[in-house]
């Protein structure tokens, strides 16, 4: 009997979900022209063919397959218009709020936000901070950091970077980007504590983009389990530090955290400690992966190409000699770093730390000739321009250049997206890659221990041994 039942419950289930599918089908297809494409398998769509065959892949088949405007798939457990080229881009990033609402995937609110907030599709949460983001991330608020990122960047290529030796670029980086954002957005710079907090925060960001599926091992269950120790951490942070500025009125931090003990809502209203905990975990997850795959392949492709390196090489140390012994760089230094930025924005280019951002339709729209149903997802991504030759000519070549004067054409180089919902710490992940790039190049030259390494996807572009880069000291 139990074997009979064995048989019989996949297939009745597999009848039920593809009854199910039909249904939903012909309810969406009515009389609307739907964008061309698959949704693939019940629950997991074509998030295994997305994950099998990398994004850019998938969706530069599906643009010539289907069409190089939008396609429809289904990713991450829903149904998604993706936005191709620059006039989707432009479409997406300039309907914001019109036709168009921030939306998060289920295991990404699981993974991070209280349980209170999950239901509320993060909208709220979103609102309330996203103005305040944008304050304290602006080039302004952020220059009294510029020091902090120097010097912290020093002692830590003193301990981790061994001359005449070898360093994996991508975990060194990650401890790096993870130890500056504890101290600027939190003051926290005992090691130990750092790690307390490293450790469940890497199975967050390992798992948030995952099928949500939530069985011991899954990277979903991963990623909630992850999630739930970094917010009893913060919360015990926030909370300690809020006493100590009820009882002394005053705080001798200048990092984010302070601003947001102080900030007040619409109401007049401290704000309270989920919500501070929700955007200082929203901060760490944007600005943890992003920021060290953006330095990893920065200097992936210093170690790689040597007249790039060269160039940068004479613009960093003419910058060094500029300075005396020991000062530290500061935002004037920053703005002469031209040259290197450009080489930054060719490996972001190339190499783009995010894929993009999703969106949900607050109302049945038409792009293209096709109709987006209501309540639909939609993705726009880095991958249907970065490397199109239509927007980017001989698009494998890393050539800076194409920065020069006006640089790319508008919404085709979108490593940060655009419009109002534009990264808001774009600032800050420029003035740590200069930062950290002036100190490496101005100490070593780099070679290349793999060539032609493996890139395989998780969030990020993960190169598959970290970058492994042989140290030549410069002579004093
Ligand atoms: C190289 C580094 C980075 C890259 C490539 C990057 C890229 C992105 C992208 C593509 C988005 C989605 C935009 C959209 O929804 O259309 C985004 C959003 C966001 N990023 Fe970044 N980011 C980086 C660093 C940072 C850093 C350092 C922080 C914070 C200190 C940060 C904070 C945020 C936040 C809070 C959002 C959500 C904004 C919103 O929904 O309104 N990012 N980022």
């Known amino acids: ?74 990713l991450l457990g829903e149904k998604m218009a993706v936005f191709c080229g620059a006039p989707g881009n432009k479409f997406l990033f300039s ?11 289920k295991s990404m609110k699981k993974a991070l936000l209280f349980p209170e907030f999950v239901d509320d599709s993060l909208k709220e949460v979103a ?15 952020l220059k009294q950091y510029i020091p902090v990122m120097d010097s912290m960047a020093r002692q830590h290529l003193d301990e981790e970077w061994i001359p005449n030796g070898e360093v994996k670029v991508f975990p060194v980086s990650k401890k790096y980007t993870f130890a500056l954002a504890c101290e600027l957005f939190m003051s926290i710079n005992d090691p130990k ?15 948030m983009f995952s099928v949500p ?31 100590e500025l009820l009882e002394i ?14 900030e007040t809502d619409e109401n007049g209203e401290l704000l309270n400690e989920m919500t501070i905990s929700n955007n200082i975990i929203g901060m760490l997850v944007a600005s943890y992966e992003t920021t060290s795959t953006a330095v990893t392949f920065v200097l992936n492709y210093l170690a790689e190409l040597p007249h790039i ?16 012994p020991g000062e530290l760089l500061k935002w004037e230094d920053i703005e002469k770093m031209k040259y290197s930025w450009n080489v930054a924005r060719e490996a972001l280019r190339l190499m783009p730390p995010g894929q993009g951002a999703f969106r949900e339709a607050t109302t049945d729209f038409t792009y293209a000739g096709f109709t987006i149903p209501k309540g639909w997802k939609t993705f726009w991504t880095v991958h249907s321009t970065h490397r199109n030759p239509k927007y980017f000519p001989n698009p494998e070549k890393f050539d800076p250049s194409r920065f020069d004067g006006s640089g790319p054409a508008p919404y085709t180089f979108v490593p940060f997206g655009g419009g109002p919902r534009m990264c808001p710490g774009k600032e800050y992940a420029r003035l740590e890659v200069l930062v950290f790039m002036h100190n490496v190049v101005t100490r070593f030259k780099l070679e290349k221990a793999i060539a032609n390494e493996k890139v395989i996807y998780h969030s990020s572009p993960t190169p598959m041994s970290g970058v492994p880069v042989r140290l030549y000291p410069h002579e004093k």
């Open 1 to 74: 009997m139990d074997a009979i039942f064995s048989y019989l419950l996949p297939l009745v289930a597999l009848f039920l979900s593809l009854s199910l599918i039909f249904r939903a089908n012909k309810r969406d297809s009515g009389n609307l022209k739907l964008p061309p494409g698959k949704t693939g398998w019940p629950l997991v769509g074509e998030s295994i063919i997305f994950a099998l065959a990398g994004p850019e892949r998938f969706i530069s088949e599906r643009m010539r397959k289907h069409s190089p405007d939008v396609f429809q798939t289904s």
């Open 95 to 105: 309907n914001e709020k019109k036709l168009l609402t921030s939306w998060w995937p």
């Open 127 to 141: 609102a309330l901070s996203h103005g305040f983001l944008h304050e304290i991330l602006k080039p302004e608020a």
């Open 193 to 207: 504590h750092i790690e307390r907090l490293a450790n469940p925060f890497t199975l967050v960001t390992s798992g």
């Open 213 to 243: 599926i939530d069985l011991p091992g899954t990277a979903y269950n991963g990623a909630i389990r992850g999630g739930k120790m970094v917010r009893e951490e913060l919360l015990s942070i926030i909370r300690q530090r809020r006493k």
């Open 249 to 262: 009125k005053e705080t001798k931090y200048h990092d984010m955290l302070s601003r947001m003990l102080l």
């Open 309 to 324: 390196y060269e160039a940068v090489f004479k613009e960093q140390m003419e910058i060094a000699k500029s300075k005396g």
